[in-house]
């Protein structure tokens, strides 16, 4: 059976402990999820959980892993986030050739749990030619081929379409085998999580925190945020009190002072006597010291904290998008898809949809073309690939400052104060935008979107690379925004909370 027993897992790099002294044992069939912010160790936490091996090179550990012995021991299965290399250009017989299976039978039977057609396993097509769909399942078909009593899957929900993802969901829940799995996509946890590991960093990113939960993933978020909630009200209801006992303070001691100054010299006695009470305010400023060190603080934790869009300038119902493409076409000439029509006005808030390839992105890019130059109003896009905008060499705050043309120092300090909102290290400020994870570059999209004060948000994919504790704070701040909103989305919280509008798209022609 698998467990760990006091683990620690530290990176080598720059030293930061990932997991301290951590222990579990899942249930045998259990679906635990692994969530938190990206570079918490999720990642690290698998593969090390599947063959230490895959961390040696940046990760030491201490601890127990143990996968047991004889009729109780374990074989996991690990897929990792992203696929193998050299696997989309293998033919797919060739691909699956590897695993670890010599019945056809059983493995008919695994092609059809998966909702294949046996007969592809022996296809000659390459397996990079495939849906995003479709490459998980041969993915997970070779994976499933070892016999696995334990599956380890980090992130198989990336850039899944919507009817892949409901597919997968479904898939999980059924699967008769203990899962750890990590995924940003709420709705796929809340369907499918029995249980949930949370990994942490707190104190400005210098303490790992683990939480484990035996309930479901919404359980587990509604009860967190309740603590939340409680601890920012209590801490501000200490704060209240203790501002009020301040105040009462500081009349005494002004009244004492008064009368200390006040007091004539022919009266000696009464100058002891003030002196002695001055002396019982001072010891009573000392303890206010004391109790204002032992104020409840707010629980510590890694939700954001970004800052919401200013007004717009843009009036509601504004002629903003007039869209009639009898054709839209990818950059090699296809044809994706025909009679594209929007019309869209100020305020309102579209999503558009529809399965991988069946170009999205491609009229998202299309739109941006039409609106980042208009100036009659001011348009922000994010591209779904981060690289199309940022810099990769500049560090964050000289981003932000070269991307709004102000260099004041108070610009910078406000930057600073903006990045540390949304859990950014000082060290993490300085460093090459190309060095952080996708979701502290996403962050950084929005907090440039902001500071330009936009009227539209052009946003392709925008929660894909968030944690599910991050991807509520932006969909009420996209929700809230008061301008026009044109987003592509698979995110299904996303779509619910935020479209108003939908432009659905189907398969590509």
């Not at 330009?452 to 946003?459: G, M, Y």
Request: proline letters at 6%; hydrophobic letters at 40%.
């Amino acid at each position: 059976m698998l467990t760990c027993q006091n683990l620690t897992l530290t990176h080598k790099a720059d030293g930061r402990v990932l997991v301290r002294d951590f222990s579990f044992t899942p249930r045998r069939g259990e679906h635990v999820a692994i969530i938190g912010e990206e570079g918490n160790g999720k990642s690290t936490l698998l593969r090390l959980l599947h063959d230490p091996a895959l961390v040696a090179d940046y990760a030491s550990w201490s601890g127990t892993v143990s996968k047991g012995s004889g009729a109780d021991r374990s074989v996991t299965a690990y897929l990792p986030q992203e696929p193998e290399p050299a696997m989309a250009a293998l033919p797919v017989y060739e691909y699956l050739s590897t695993a670890d299976a010599d019945d056809p039978g059983a493995m008919a039977a695994l092609a059809d749990s998966l909702a294949l057609d046996y007969g592809l396993c022996w296809s000659e097509r390459a397996v990079g030619t495939f849906s995003g769909g479709e490459q998980m399942k041969l993915r997970l078909l070779r994976l499933l081929a070892s016999s696995p009593d334990v599956l380890l899957l980090d992130e198989p929900s990336n850039d899944l379409d919507l009817p892949a993802l409901v597919w997968l969901e479904e898939w999980i829940a059924a699967r008769p085998e203990t899962i750890l799995f990590i995924s940003h996509d709420e709705t796929l946890l809340e369907n499918t999580a029995e249980a949930v590991i949370h990994l942490e960093q707190i104190l400005r990113k210098t303490e790992p925190r683990v939480t484990v939960s035996r309930t479901g993933y919404r359980e587990y978020a509604e009860r967190r945020l309740g603590l939340i909630e409680r601890s920012v009200q209590q801490a501000k209801n200490d704060r209240a009190a203790f501002e009020r006992k301040l105040e009462r303070y500081r009349h005494i001691y002004e009244r004492v002072h008064h009368e200390q100054n006040a007091i004539s010299r022919q009266n000696p006695s009464g100058g002891r006597l003030l002196k002695k009470k001055m002396h019982t305010v001072k010891a009573m400023e000392h303890r206010f010291e004391r109790e204002r060190e032992n104020l409840t603080q707010k629980m510590d934790a890694e939700e954001q904290v970004m800052i919401d869009f200013p007004p717009v300038k843009v009036p509601r119902g504004k002629g903003i998008l007039d869209l009639d493409l009898p054709e839209l076409c990818a950059p090699d000439g296809r044809v994706l898809q025909r009679n594209v029509r929007m019309t869209v006005t100020g305020g309102e808030k579209w999503v558009i949809t529809g399965p991988n390839g069946c170009g999205k992105t491609t009229l998202m890019r299309e739109i941006a073309v039409r609106l980042l130059d208009r100036r009659d109003l001011t348009a922000v896009y994010m591209p779904q690939n981060y690289a199309d905008q940022l810099d990769p060499a500049s560090d964050p705050v000289t981003y932000l400052r070269a991307s709004v043309g102000d260099w004041s120092e108070p610009m910078a300090v406000k930057i600073r104060t903006w990045l540390g909102s949304v859990k950014f290290t000082h060290e993490e400020m300085g460093r090459p935008i190309g060095e952080l994870s996708g979701g502290q570059r996403a962050k950084l999209c929005f907090l440039e979107m902001i500071l330009k004060c936009p009227d539209v948000l052009l946003l392709d994919e925008p929660t894909r690379n968030l944690s599910p504790m991050t991807a509520p704070v932006i969909r009420r701040i996209v929700t809230d925004f008061g301008g026009t909103v044109i987003a592509v989305s698979h995110d299904r919280k996303f779509i619910e909370e935020v479209g108003e509008e939908e432009l659905a798209f189907g398969n590509a022609e």
